[in-house]
């Protein structure tokens, strides 16, 4: 089934309801999004020659537009390749190359930075910006009908760093993203027809995957005129449309608490909270649901099986009285109902209660593979497990406790940073012989980078040309805050450098 049947059917059902809206302002309803989308795609097939299967990327920063694009490209029975707007042109470059995308659409603020990244994606053949006549343009003519589309089919290409530094492409079906969908209506809410989901977070990870369950139900989605996370306008946009659900990031949580205009939020405003992509530390926790209400739950998943691995649930969140109330609420929660999950050894024996190893998992919602990748496939994929780098251990009540995530990852304001990717550009200095980048706690971002540099004999180095050198190939948010300049990087008796020792040091 093709997951643009889920606008179909809201189109008959929720016909009149508004389905996008910028700020306060409805913008289209069900009924006329559908058809936009449908002629769109027309104009895909048509204007743009593309073929099913082919692949079209977007670097968008939130607004309605992402919706029209994702679902044209569905409609058309074309894969969608989102890009987190915040990555540096060279990274761009990658994704564009490696999944062969045929077209881009982006707003103006990245339009030049997609530009120079094209030059070295020789498919790409066109990049539209969503506020020139070429994009309005093809709102003109008519519609065509929704393709059909395998179960097995590509829909959604979501690049991943990994450890080896190079990013990968978790390759989402649509059997996958209608899982994850069915999932969400079972194990975190049922939203009511008319409710909302604000687009706070960036519309090519979390919140972007949270429109499906929510255009299944005939929510309206909103995405802030700012097109970013403001604390004030997120409050005004959720008491403007109330029965909201909104995808978080940890310390946007910690923001929304601790801004005086929490204040302002409206009883029947805010729906639902579901925040992931990082641990939130119990006190913040506590504090929110004092302040909030019962509105919070939690999800871990990761791009290869997205927003579906574990969840702690509202009642959970809640349930004060219960003596390990506390041990709740540090967990991960249970199993989703769509997925087996397993802690193991390394050889994939299923460890007992209590006891730390790799998460494993098994369902629908687990990707069908990296993208022209059949090595790093075959390390993630076994027998039809997820290995996901994440260790942890249950607990007798099934409640799964993380431990570490994916080996070394630095996760900062609920993005994923891998140290390889910056350590290969340090090294790249002719006055850096060794680094060593790892993660520094920090109040506000959960984690913040550091680099450990070793310098090559009496050269001068200064930290602002690590910095330069950094915001020249990598993105901004990854380069590190801080660097430690010492005289040998700690290590084991095979050469392999001691992190642990690193983070000792901080």
Same mark, same amino acid.
């Given at each position: 089934?093709?997951?643009?049947?889920?606008?179909?059917?809201?189109?008959?059902?929720?016909?009149?309801? &508004?389905?996008?809206?910028?700020?306060?302002?409805?913008?289209?309803?069900?009924?006329?999004?559908?058809?936009?989308?449908?002629?769109?795609?027309?104009?895909?097939?048509?204007?743009?020659?593309?073929?099913?299967?082919?692949?079209?990327?977007?670097?968008?920063?939130?607004?309605?537009?992402?919706?029209?694009?994702?679902?044209?490209?569905?409609?058309?029975?074309?894969?969608?390749?989102?890009?987190?707007?915040?990555?540096?042109?060279?990274?761009?470059?990658?994704?564009?190359?490696?999944?062969?995308?045929?077209?881009?659409?982006?707003?103006?603020?990245?339009?030049?930075?997609?530009?120079?990244?094209?030059?070295?994606?020789?498919?790409?053949?066109?990049?539209?910006?969503?506020?020139?006549?070429?994009?309005?343009?093809?709102?003109?003519?008519? &519609?065509?009908?929704?393709?059909?589309?395998? /179960?097995?089919?590509?829909?959604?290409?979501?690049?991943?760093?990994?450890?080896?530094?190079? /990013?990968?492409?978790?390759?989402?079906?649509?059997?996958?993203?209608?899982?994850?969908?069915?999932?969400?209506?079972?194990?975190?809410?049922?939203?009511?027809?008319?409710?909302?989901?604000?687009?706070?977070? /960036?519309?090519?990870?979390?919140?972007?995957?949270?429109?499906?369950?929510?255009?299944?139900?005939?929510?309206?989605?909103?995405? &802030?005129?700012?097109?970013?996370?403001?604390?004030?306008?997120?409050?005004?946009?959720?008491?403007?449309?109330?029965?909201?659900?909104?995808?978080?990031?940890?310390?946007?949580?910690?923001?929304?608490?601790?801004?005086?205009?929490?204040?302002?939020?409206?009883?029947?405003? %805010?729906?639902?909270?579901?925040?992931?992509?990082?641990?939130?530390?119990?006190?913040?926790?506590?504090?929110?649901?004092? %302040?909030?209400?019962?509105?919070?739950?939690?999800?871990?998943?990761?791009?290869?099986?997205?927003?579906?691995?574990?969840?702690?649930?509202?009642?959970?969140?809640?349930?004060?009285?219960?003596?390990?109330?506390?041990?709740?609420?540090?967990?991960?929660?249970?199993?989703?109902?769509?997925?087996?999950?397993?802690?193991?050894?390394?050889?994939?024996?299923?460890?007992?209660?209590?006891?730390?190893?790799?998460?494993?998992?098994?369902?629908?919602?687990?990707?069908?593979?990296?993208?022209?990748?059949?090595?790093?496939?075959?390390?993630?994929?076994?027998?039809?497990?997820?290995?996901?780098?994440?260790?942890?251990?249950?607990?007798?009540?099934?409640?799964?406790?993380?431990?570490?995530?994916?080996?070394?990852?630095?996760?900062?304001?609920?993005?994923?940073?891998?140290?390889?990717?910056?350590?290969?550009?340090?090294?790249?200095?002719?006055?850096?012989?060794?680094?060593?980048?790892?993660?520094?706690?920090?109040?506000?971002?959960?984690?913040?980078?550091?680099?450990?540099?070793?310098?090559?004999?009496?050269?001068?180095?200064? /930290?602002?040309?690590?910095?330069?050198?950094? %915001?020249?190939?990598?993105?901004?948010?990854?380069?590190?805050?801080?660097?430690?300049?010492?005289?040998?990087?700690?290590?084991?008796?095979?050469?392999?450098?001691?992190?642990?020792?690193?983070?000792?040091?901080?």
């Amino acid at each position: 089934m093709n997951i643009a049947h889920l606008l179909l059917g809201s189109a008959q059902e929720f016909r009149d309801l &508004p389905a996008l809206a910028r700020g306060t302002t409805p913008y289209l309803t069900y009924r006329d999004l559908w058809r936009k989308v449908s002629v769109m795609s027309t104009h895909l097939a048509g204007r743009f020659g593309l073929k099913r299967g082919d692949r079209v990327a977007f670097a968008m920063a939130n607004c309605v537009e992402a919706i029209e694009v994702m679902y044209a490209v569905w409609h058309a029975g074309l894969c969608a390749v989102p890009m987190n707007a915040k990555l540096h042109a060279r990274e761009f470059a990658f994704i564009l190359e490696n999944s062969g995308a045929r077209l881009c659409f982006v707003t103006p603020d990245l339009f030049e930075t997609i530009a120079e990244a094209a030059k070295e994606a020789p498919d790409l053949k066109e990049i539209v910006d969503v506020t020139t006549r070429s994009y309005t343009f093809m709102e003109v003519g008519d &519609p065509s009908p929704l393709v059909s589309a395998e /179960p097995t089919d590509p829909a959604w290409l979501f690049y991943t760093s990994g450890t080896t530094g190079r /990013p990968k492409g978790a390759t989402l079906t649509h059997r996958n993203l209608l899982a994850m969908t069915l999932n969400y209506y079972a194990d975190v809410d049922r939203p009511p027809p008319g409710g909302s989901i604000v687009h706070a977070a /960036p519309i090519s990870h979390g919140s972007g995957l949270w429109n499906f369950p929510m255009v299944g139900r005939g929510s309206v989605q909103v995405f &802030p005129e700012s097109g970013k996370y403001e604390v004030p306008e997120t409050v005004e946009l959720m008491n403007r449309w109330p029965e909201c659900s909104i995808f978080l990031a940890p310390t946007m949580v910690k923001r929304l608490i601790e801004h005086g205009s929490v204040a302002d939020l409206q009883p029947q405003a %805010l729906r639902l909270i579901t925040y992931g992509g990082a641990p939130m530390y119990v006190a913040d926790l506590k504090r929110a649901l004092d %302040l909030l209400g019962n509105k919070l739950m939690q999800l871990y998943g990761q791009g290869e099986s997205p927003m579906t691995i574990t969840h702690l649930s509202r009642e959970y969140h809640w349930d004060r009285r219960h003596p390990r109330w506390e041990q709740r609420l540090a967990s991960a929660g249970r199993a989703d109902s769509c997925m087996e999950v397993r802690v193991v050894d390394e050889e994939g024996r299923q460890l007992p209660v209590g006891e730390v190893g790799e998460i494993i998992c098994k369902g629908d919602p687990v990707m069908a593979g990296y993208w022209n990748n059949p090595e790093a496939t075959a390390r993630s994929l076994r027998d039809g497990w997820l290995w996901t780098g994440d260790v942890g251990a249950f607990d007798e009540e099934g409640l799964l406790t993380l431990k570490d995530r994916s080996k070394d990852m630095i996760i900062s304001g609920g993005s994923n940073i891998y140290p390889r990717e910056i350590e290969d550009v340090l090294n790249l200095h002719p006055a850096v012989a060794e680094c060593s980048v790892v993660g520094r706690p920090h109040p506000e971002w959960g984690e913040e980078v550091v680099a450990f540099v070793v310098k090559r004999g009496a050269e001068a180095l200064a /930290p602002a040309e690590l910095d330069q050198l950094c %915001l020249d190939n990598i993105a901004r948010f990854k380069r590190p805050k801080d660097y430690k300049f010492i005289e040998a990087l700690p290590k084991n008796n095979y050469g392999k450098i001691l992190k642990t020792e690193l983070r000792k040091l901080l």
